[in-house]
């Protein structure tokens, strides 16, 4: 575990001189992500001139809710951004000089893929939600700072766990799968209340692919819905155990890899 | 010609059904995003009859439908441009006897007609046992339905050839393609009908070509459009193909001499 | 140092059926075959040696290769290398060997080789002054000093595959895999990693393992050789005996002096098995088939009998040997 902190530090580095040599991109990469990040807000306002109330949020409640899910999805996206895991490292068989080299595999995979500058999808998020929260007149004690910090943790290892577990599913597959499209479409369930949805879906999403717990739940703290509160205080039990589930998924998938080949 | 450009088509037609876990977890992605708007769209309108001109059944018809219409001219040309650039294989492509955009257009095509046969249609199908689904009442409404949806197609093809040109000039832009397939989603009408945006912004995207992509072949398949104003739509959709032929063509002509310079 | 005993592996290949109706039906079901790419390959390699092991496409050599190195798990036998078992303790057993795919880059791409390698000695925890020393010697004899700052994407192949061999080097691995090396390379570079690598076995009993094509790759460098063939290991044993068993043995063309009649040679040479061709009346072949042993005796006695004007001694080479190899047991195939 040292080592891969120390590694982090390296990898940091070898990425900033790769990404120096390629401006535009940096400058295209921040566009594109605050352009998706704002589009879902004009979804928001845009509903909201139609109506007042969303279940029981009102159009700031809503905005809060999304920018809280903004945080924890950069943060994931800046560890776990190996979207293109499928192709580069099954079909193009980059595994192979992974699993030559003496770091955990999926360690290695995330440092490679490594996206620091969703750095400004934090800030984005935090920006939103501090719009929210002055329209809101909310008021924070000095305790829900390291609170804050927990969920926004539990909450990107919600995220980490379930995208390990899925981008697992290309160990059992020679081709394309269509994965990594799949995860990024499923977050979109993360950013309204988990109430707007039937009890199936609001199920799915607490207990089975958790997403509620990145953005409805933890954000529902900081709005003093009291009745949101003891799934509030399960988002790290849920972020622990997921991770766990979904590295342990990873790691059977990584010996079946190994064990079928081609 | 046309034989090779018809063997390109069902190659990529092939290639799709190949990859069985793609077509599943495609399966799978756009009954995540049909699910989630429709649900979402239930919560919106709540108690309420209509909003913006449509009523609740409508809306869902109308989630039902753009994305069906989606997956038929949904498609990543752009990144497999970009991708071919990158890796250098683009130079390839160059000598060999045939136009490399037409060939994009193709495979688009073929990717195009998987999607359409192996979702699509089922998924409509589906849906119409579910959801109070008219479906076009004659043969020629069904006819102009299409023949707009194979402009959309086109014209949105044209827009990712576009993005996907701009990678020999700018050698990486991921980010703008993944920018520009978010701004498509919410400008052509998927998310959000173009009747819901304030009167200034629909006045605005009526200078763009995204709303004739989605918006307006689902109005023309849900009866919104009246037919005697099909044509006028379908000519807008003529003319943006036109339109949007010129930059790509300019742009083309610049990034093969590009090439040249740079050796490949 | 390396055991490997009845070492097998067997993979389920998807049939695609043909056709739009085939591919349709692929999609809900499919058909598989099973097939043997490794099947009961067992042999041993001591400290310091310089083996290759050749084969056809096909033949097993990568997949025997990934199952060395730790990539793939054996469906059945055992692999022990450096005390370890591979596939079980991947993630020690990686630190003790070094791994280069000729098609596969472990350098990153958009920067240069430099960054590449202090990377790596990050991950293989070798920072310190050796680790620094042995780098710098790896530079100087690899001759990669002049382009090291470059970013990979503009370094040559020959080029790169320098930096590559180094970069597997990184932390003096016991034992170095090399697959393909020599690939698309031009003479002189070849001759430079040749060199660099005989130096290495011999001066740091580095053991290594060579797959190849390039029968001139193994002519220079490797004194055993392992021969795959659908699956199976058909030869192993030293190069010359390989020459031996498949090569069209040894000919020696003598040019004499004066008339020889072949019936007079063949009485001198009577107890040892040759065979003899008069060219004309002054110029005999006479071919070998165990040229170790009967060369100098054929040599001396003929030579001690008549006088000789010239002696030309044709070996057959490792790449008719190959051939021999590769046909004869094509043969077998269809026959069987």
Redesign the interface.
Known sequence: MR?II??FS??LS?YF??RL??R??F???????L??EL?NL??IV??F???S???DWSRDEIIFIYGYFLIPFALFSMFFGFWDFNERYIIR??M??I??????NLAQVCLESMAPDRIFGVITGLLIMGYAAIRLHLSFAWYDIPLFILLVISSTLVYAGVYTGIAA?SFF???????S??IY??Q??GR?PVD???KA?RITLTWILPFAFVGTYPAAYFLRKEMWYTYTMLTPVIGVVFFAIGLSVWNWGV?KY????? | MAKLYAELIRIRFLTMLAYRVNYYSGIIIYGINIGAYYFLWGAIYGDQQSLGGMTAEQMTVYVAIAWMSRAFYFNNIDQEIAQEVREGKVAIELIRPYNYLSVKLAQALGEGMFRMLFFAVPGMILAGLILPIHFPPTLGHWGVYLLSLIMAFIINTQINLLTGILTFFLFRNEGMMRAKRVVVDLLSGLILPISFFPVWAQTLMGFLPFQVINYYPSKIFSGAIAMSDVAGVLWLQFAWIAILYLPITLLWRRARRNLVVQGG | MIKVSQLQKVFRIHQARSGLAGAFRDLFNRQYKTVKAVDGVSFQVEEGEFFALIGENGAGKSTTIKMMTGILTPTDGEITINGFVPYKQREDYVKSIGVVFGQRSQLWWDLSPTESFRLLQRVYKVEGEDGKRWLDRLVEELDIGGFIHQPVRKLSLGQRMRCEIAASLIHKPKLLFLDEPTVGLDVLVKQKIREFLRNLNESERTTILLTTHDVSDIEALCKRVIVMDQGKLIFDGMLSDLKEKWGNGTEIAFQFKQRIPVAELRGLLGEYPCELFAENEYAVRVKLQRSREMLPLVLSSVMASYEVSDVKVMESSTEDIVRNIYSVDSEVAVNG
């Not at chain 1, 400058?27 to 992500?33: A, C, E, P, Q, T």
């Not at chain 1, 190994?258 to 081609?262: D, F, K, N, T, V």
């Open positions: 080592q120390r590694l390296d990898y070898q001189k790769t040599a390629y535009a991109d400058v295209g990469d921040f566009l594109s992500n352009v998706s589009i004009v979804f845009v509903v001139q139609h109506v109330l969303l279940k068989g980059e192979d000089r699993l030559t080299r003496p770091v955990h599913i597959s020679d081709s394309r799968t269509g994965i499209p799949m479409n499923i979109n369930y309204y707007v949805y039937n879906i010996k190994q064990g079928a080949g081609s």
